[in-house]
């Protein structure tokens, strides 16, 4: 017996050990930086209105539908769109008549909305991303929608257009991705022009 206990007891005290490091010591440690050095990011990048509610995160899409709001893409995700607890693609391939079915709904829903647009759809406005959760559309999605936006909330044109411009990140580095415009903030920036609250 004294043996055995012998041989189990180093086991047993790595086990305490590795548990205490890696299930309490690690997490407080990097819990504790990163609410020290990002607080926001920590927090999960929250948008809040000027009650100090959150209304958003800078890293999940929001679906909006309303003519006079720019929409994002379409989003994958179950059991709604937009479900960071379900981040996931479609998985359906190209060849895939479901696939094909969703993307002529959408662009029919595009065009019922600005029927006088008869420029190409941009792709980003009518196909999900992998995660299902992307908050930003292209430049050209967003140009897209300027007509429809500025018709529906009656303003000038190029007001949209310097909206658009100035919710624009930039590529990462200068050299990767796309320029990028960010959905949410960009029609919250709509609905302080007009004094929506959101």
């Given amino acids: 017996m004294t043996n055995l206990f012998k041989q189990v007891r180093p086991a047993l005290a790595s086990l305490l050990l590795l548990s205490a490091v ?5 997490p407080l440690v990097v ?13 999960g990048s929250l948008i809040r209105n000027k009650a100090g509610e959150a209304i958003g995160s800078e890293l999940i899409g929001q679906s ?9 893409r379409p989003s994958a995700t179950a059991p709604m769109a937009n479900n960071a607890g379900g981040s996931s ?8 008549p479901a696939l094909s079915e969703a993307v002529a709904a959408r662009v029919a ?8 647009n008869t420029q190409p759809v941009p792709a980003d406005l009518v ?24 018709r529906e909330r009656q303003l000038p044109m190029k007001e949209v257009l310097r909206l658009i411009e100035v919710h624009t990140a930039a590529r990462d580095l200068q050299v990767l991705g796309e320029p990028r415009v960010h959905v ?9 022009l007009s004094g929506t609250p959101r």
Avoid: C
């Avoid at 819990?31 to 927090?43: D, H, Q, S, V």
């Avoid at 999605?141 to 300027?146: F, P």
């Fill in 89 to 96: 693609g479609s998985n359906q391939g190209p060849s895939n």
């Fill in 127 to 150: 196909t999900a991303s992998a995660s299902g959760l992307d908050p930003h559309i292209s430049m050209a999605a967003a140009r897209y929608q300027a007509p429809r936006v500025a």
């Fill in 109 to 116: 829903a595009l065009r019922a909305a600005d029927p006088g």
């Fill in 22 to 26: 890696t299930g309490l010591v690690y």
């Fill in 184 to 192: 949410l903030k960009l029609n919250l920036a709509l609905d302080a």
């Fill in 31 to 43: 819990t504790t930086l990163g609410k020290t050095l990002f607080p926001a990011e920590a927090a």
């Fill in 64 to 72: 909006f539908s309303e003519p006079r709001y720019f929409w994002g």
